[in-house]
């Protein structure tokens, strides 16, 4: 199967995950394309493929010529609950003309490169865009199938000498609990690499520390004929918390090393009210004070209103992989090399979010992370550049050839 032809295939299976149901994996429509690929995985030579009842699949090849090197690759099988990816229409745009695409006519939906000015960057190359209603799925679908398209061409091409590869799906990355359950002892590597970034010439190593905030606000309805010095409105009140926030700290007036919180959904009416928000920093001492500045915002908030007007609960998600990866840093070195080697210019960037890479390196396999070719991920502007997904088939290829 020709790759944009396996990767358009998997966006058109709806994988969203959900915060909200509490249960592993939290949609149980992630195991279609969990079994799919299990089926694809023993067609191509991966006998041993299976999918758990944790919805994570795993694989392996062993080495066709006795090298003693095993190397992981990681994707992840779910798309953001920003926006459905249910229906999902892929198409291909040839030797894109640095104009807009008009993604929706009747809806008048347009890609942009007014909008997105690194579309230009792309004008010559082949892209996958949607139809402007759903997200693509590159993130990370596109991982997945450029570690499937490398298989293939191990499975046709036996002569390519190889050493052992171990492959794994996980869902639910985008909640943040993909790799919960990720199994070392299962998964057999000396080290691995996550496949779930952006640009071809990426290999990320550092990441956001990352922690949740829900906040709870319990008003006082009343009849609004009544209501004066009685009435607490618990919407209004939300209002008045996020604005003890610092307004710079917003993802909006944020970059680079520059960390964030963001108010990811709000739901409220005149009694009850709550706001969830990601709370993301490179620097462990900064992400402390930022939870810290929510634990002042509730007191102030009490103070005015009456003590458990708000209830607060953070919890920690997952920390900065760079001080574990450092110590392997050749890993990261070995990568950036092949990519200079074909053409690209290697880069390493701090991540502004998360990857199973992260979390899987702190339970102790250094897993850093590789470039998918994907671009505005998580809504209706997403797209996939094919020319880059070709190469980092190339790039898995090469770092899984035998020394």
Request: proline share 3%.
């Amino acid at each position: 199967m020709e790759l944009t032809e396996r990767f358009m295939n998997y966006c058109r299976i709806d994988t969203e995950s959900d915060p909200n149901t509490h249960v592993t994996p939290s949609t149980a429509k992630q195991y279609d394309l969990a079994k799919l690929l299990v089926k694809e995985l023993k067609e191509l030579g991966v006998d041993d493929a299976y999918v758990n009842d944790k919805c994570v699949v795993y694989g392996h090849l062993e080495s066709n010529c006795g090298s003693p090197k095993r190397i992981g690759f990681v994707s992840h099988m779910d798309t953001s609950d920003q926006m459905s990816g249910k229906d999902c229409k892929p198409r291909i745009i040839k030797e894109y003309d640095g104009k807009d695409i008009v993604l929706n006519e009747e809806q008048g939906i347009v890609l942009s490169p007014k909008q997105f000015p690194n579309l230009l960057d792309n004008t010559g190359k082949d892209l996958i865009v949607t139809d402007g209603t759903t997200l693509l799925g590159g993130d990370d679908k596109a991982g997945i199938a450029e570690i499937m398209d490398m298989l293939q061409y191990l499975h046709e091409h036996p002569e390519y000498k190889h050493c052992s590869i171990s492959i794994a799906f996980t869902p639910d990355e985008e909640i943040g609990e993909g790799a919960d359950n990720f199994d070392l002892k299962e998964f057999n590597a000396d080290y691995a690499y996550t496949v779930d970034g952006e640009e071809a010439a990426d290999v990320e190593y550092e990441n956001f520390n990352a922690a949740g905030a829900r906040v709870r606000v319990n008003g006082l309805s009343i009849h609004p004929g009544s209501a004066k010095d009685k009435m607490i409105n618990a919407s209004l009140v939300a209002m008045e918390f996020n604005a003890l926030l610092p307004e710079k700290e917003r993802p909006e007036h944020t970059e680079g090393y520059e960390g964030f919180n963001h108010l990811i959904g709000i739901n409220g009416e005149v009694d009850s009210c709550l706001m969830e928000y990601i709370i993301r920093n490179h620097d462990r001492k900064i992400l402390e004070r930022q939870k810290e500045d929510f634990r002042k915002a509730a007191a102030v908030i009490n103070e005015k209103y009456g003590l458990k007007t708000v209830e607060l609960e953070i919890e920690d998600s997952y920390s900065n992989m760079r001080e574990l990866i450092e110590p392997h840093i050749e890993i990261v070195n070995d990568a950036k090399a092949i990519i200079d080697s074909l053409g690209l210019k290697a880069k390493s960037t701090a991540i502004r979010g998360g990857t199973d890479g992260a979390v899987i390196t702190y339970k102790g396999l250094p897993c850093p992370n590789l470039g998918t070719g994907t671009r505005n991920c998580h809504g209706r502007y997403e797209y996939v550049v094919i020319d880059e997904m070709k190469i980092i088939v190339e790039l898995l290829k090469r770092l899984v050839a035998a020394d």
